[in-house]
């Protein structure tokens, strides 16, 4: 079946840095993928709809300036979380979307200290 | 706006009954409705899924059923096990651009005491 392998799964940071979060369709072409983030306890809010060789489209309120999305290619879709913030510490998980239905990676968790 | 509306938010049941959760979704245009399981720190993982041309599927212990004249889906798990315990999401597709994002309920937190 469909895989999304997600890169890597788990980061610490300092404050200020920036962090690189990959994530590849492994046997199907992905045109769109989608970035989630997770809180401790509550839902996948969905951040920002990633579109191969196109800018992504972000929900309202997520900034697109701190988090850059680029989808260069059918497999591959990056989220990078830049001047991170103790407050951008969270579940950050990618999907996409095939023939059978939606195929999530398996998520990164981002501590941001 | 764009909505799915999932409740109740927590259900506790004892092994062996059966457990209910409901959503509603906004999107008339939705037309997939999947149901996952999520475990702590893991990936949501698809328990099942209905699309908007039949109203009832099931699979062994788990059914889902639709209503797409009211927009509401349900999912459906009988003869519960402790092994269900976990939290539920529903999720529908909303489609404003063509790109048919997935959103999510607010999640339902299962447990089951033996």
């Known amino acids: 079946g469909a895989v999304v392998s997600q890169h890597p799964s788990r980061v610490i940071c300092k404050s200020g840095t920036s962090v690189k979060i990959e994530c590849r369709s492994l046997d199907f072409q992905a045109t769109t993928m989608f970035w ?3 809180f401790p306890k509550k839902s996948l809010m969905l951040m920002a709809t990633s579109n191969e060789g196109s800018k992504a489209t972000y929900e309202q309120g997520v900034e697109k300036d701190k988090f850059l999305i680029n989808h260069a290619s059918l497999t591959l879709s990056t989220l990078t979380v830049t001047s991170a913030h103790p407050e951008d ?3 950050y998980i990618c999907s996409a979307r095939g023939t059978g239905g939606y195929t999530f990676g398996s998520g990164t968790r981002l501590t941001v200290v | 706006g764009e909505n799915v509306e999932q409740h ?3 259900l506790s049941v004892q092994e062996g009954d059966s457990a209910v959760i409901k959503c509603t979704y906004s999107d ?3 037309n997939y409705f999947p149901w996952y399981k999520q475990e702590l720190g893991k990936r949501p993982q698809l328990i099942i899924d209905i699309r908007s041309n039949v109203g ?3 699979d062994q212990r788990i059914a889902v059923t639709l209503n797409k004249t009211a927009k509401h889906f349900s999912l459906h798990i009988t003869e519960t096990q402790p092994e269900d315990s976990a939290v ?3 999720a529908a597709p909303l489609s404003p651009s063509g790109y048919n994002k997935l959103i999510f309920g607010a ?3 299962l ?3 033996p």
């Open chain 2, 111 to 113: 447990a089951v005491h």
């Open chain 2, 107 to 109: 999640g339902t937190r």
């Open chain 1, 36 to 38: 989630y983030r997770q």
């Open chain 2, 28 to 30: 008339s245009a939705s």
């Open chain 1, 89 to 91: 510490s969270s579940f």
């Open chain 2, 8 to 10: 109740p938010s927590t």
């Open chain 2, 88 to 90: 539920y999401f529903c």
């Open chain 2, 56 to 58: 009832e599927k099931k």
